[in-house]
């Protein structure tokens, strides 16, 4: 996959935004934090999970959902993880016993038809390739698994389209409205069960989606 300018920018920024989130916040009050962070976003969405459920957090970043997930088998891929354990003292693989680290852009990653769940946490806008990353995901989901997606979603068309104009949110190469988001999904023969607003802003609302793949 050839790596274009915006998405190593995009990379670069995610870097230093990363550092900088947490310069000021100790290792065990911030881990402590983000735990209850996930396990309050699961009862949001009416997620449960077996023991034994095959889990692959894309995109899991420094501090993915991995961190409470520690009775299933979980697949943790992103292409950043090397540098997070370098850069920050707040993520460390060997403190996750349960988790297969593997370091690597999603659009590179498939094991079809593996997955009971999968999670796309505020990812899937940081990809290079969006179609192939939609592809990679919603292959690697059993039949009947449950995708969970979290998305930044534009409010305003206008904004949606200057922001695709120019690099006004570096961090996300892509920009989408939250019906793109759910059609890209049904698309790809994931049903919508549940849609959760998280957050409210001006630019962009940010919602759990959770679909089910037929």
């Not at 079809?112 to 969006?130: E, K, R």
Request: some cysteine; proline content about 3%; aromatic content about 14%.
């Amino acid at each position: 996959m050839k790596e274009t300018l915006r998405w190593k920018l995009a990379q670069y920024f995610e870097r230093r935004w990363w550092k900088k989130y947490l310069r000021n916040k100790t290792v065990e009050d911030y881990r402590v934090w983000k735990k209850d962070y996930w396990n309050k976003l699961l009862t949001a969405g009416e997620i449960s999970m077996a023991n034994d459920c095959k889990i692959l957090d894309a995109g899991c970043g420094p501090a993915g959902v991995f961190m409470i997930l520690e009775k299933q088998k979980v697949t943790a891929v992103d292409p950043l993880l090397n540098e997070y354990e370098k850069q920050l003292i707040h993520f460390k693989k060997s403190d996750y016993k349960n988790a297969e680290f593997i370091q690597s852009p999603i659009e590179n990653f498939k094991r079809v038809n593996y997955f009971d769940f999968i999670f796309c946490m505020n990812a899937i806008n940081h990809v290079q390739d969006y179609e192939t990353a939609m592809n990679n995901l919603t292959e690697s989901l059993k039949p009947d698994g449950i995708f969970v997606m979290t998305i930044d979603a534009h409010n305003h068309s206008f904004f949606k389209h200057l922001f695709k104009a120019i690099p006004g949110d570096i961090l996300h190469p892509h920009q989408f409205d939250l019906n793109e988001y759910k059609l890209h999904l049904m698309q790809r023969g994931v049903v919508i069960e549940k849609e959760v607003l998280l957050k409210k802003e001006f630019f962009f609302n940010h919602y759990l989606i959770v679909g089910n793949k037929n």
